[in-house]
T-cell receptor
Framework: EAGVAQSPRYKIIEKRQSVAFWCNPI?????LYWYQQILGQGPKLLIQFQNNGVVDDSQLPKDRFSAERLKGVDSTLKIQPAKLEDSAVYLCASSLVRGREQYFGPGTRLTVT | AQSVTQLGSHVSVSEGALVLLRCNYS??????LFWYVQYPNQGLQLLLK??????LVKGINGFEAEFKKSETSFHLTKPSAHMSDAAEYFCAVSPQTGANNLFFGTGTRLTVIP
């Protein structure tokens, strides 16, 4: 069974630029999560999708962050414009259904200069 | 509100010694509890989870954890550390109902000394 795929693995941008991350969950997993992990901290949930609908985006900075999962499969997280404090690892996870075990991808390490 | 506290951001043990990583949770209702491991430049991997069945939970790679409601704790242990156990360990809590979101602690970096 293929795991959660994420790309790119690394990205370096200048502040005020835009960036997008892609995630392909495990086949058949209805629930998809995006987390932000700042160096030295635990992951923090940004947004949770159930199929193509948003379940929880209360921690998503909506003035600059957006995410979509149009067909209920893969998902894109965008930051526009990026700030220095957005430097972090962005992790995608999926679960078969809500409340079940979450499987994590390798993450995208973003550096904003 | 759900939260976890991991005591000790860094723990060092000798190879073959007992591993003890501490986690205390705060929750108004009984939660689900998890331990994840993260190796450098990799995502998180589930070690074990407590979902209100047996209070002593056995996981992968010889790790286990005990849920103690009276102490609001879910400490992770392994009888004998191996060099390959060196990694970052995260405790997480999730409510049993609602969105089931995971709330992570700040992590404990385990170093194994040969």
């Amino acid at each position: 069974e293929a795991g959660v795929a994420q790309s790119p693995r690394y990205k370096i941008i200048e502040k005020r630029q835009s960036v997008a991350f892609w995630c392909n969950p495990i086949s058949g997993h209805a629930t998809l999560y995006w987390y932000q992990q700042i160096l030295g901290q635990g992951p923090k949930l940004l947004i949770q999708f159930q199929n193509n609908g948003v379940v929880d985006d209360s921690q998503l900075p909506k003035d600059r962050f957006s995410a979509e999962r149009l067909k209920g499969v893969d998902s894109t997280l965008k930051i526009q414009p990026a700030k220095l404090e957005d430097s972090a690892v962005y992790l995608c996870a999926s679960s078969l259904v809500r409340g079940r075990e979450q499987y994590f991808g390798p993450g995208t390490r973003l550096t904003v200069t | 509100a759900q939260s976890v506290t991991q005591l000790g951001s860094h723990v060092s043990v000798s190879e073959g010694a007992l591993v003890l990583l501490r986690c205390n949770y705060s929750s108004s209702v009984p939660p689900y509890l998890f331990w994840y491991v993260q190796y450098p430049n990799q995502g998180l991997q589930l070690l074990l989870k407590y979902t209100s069945a047996a209070t002593l939970v056995k996981g992968i790679n010889g790790f286990e954890a005990e849920f103690k409601k009276s102490e609001t704790s879910f400490h992770l242990t392994k009888p004998s550390a191996h060099m390959s156990d060196a990694a970052e360990y995260f405790c997480a809590v999730s409510p049993q109902t609602g969105a089931n979101n995971l709330f992570f602690g700040t992590g404990t970096r385990l170093t194994v000394i040969p």
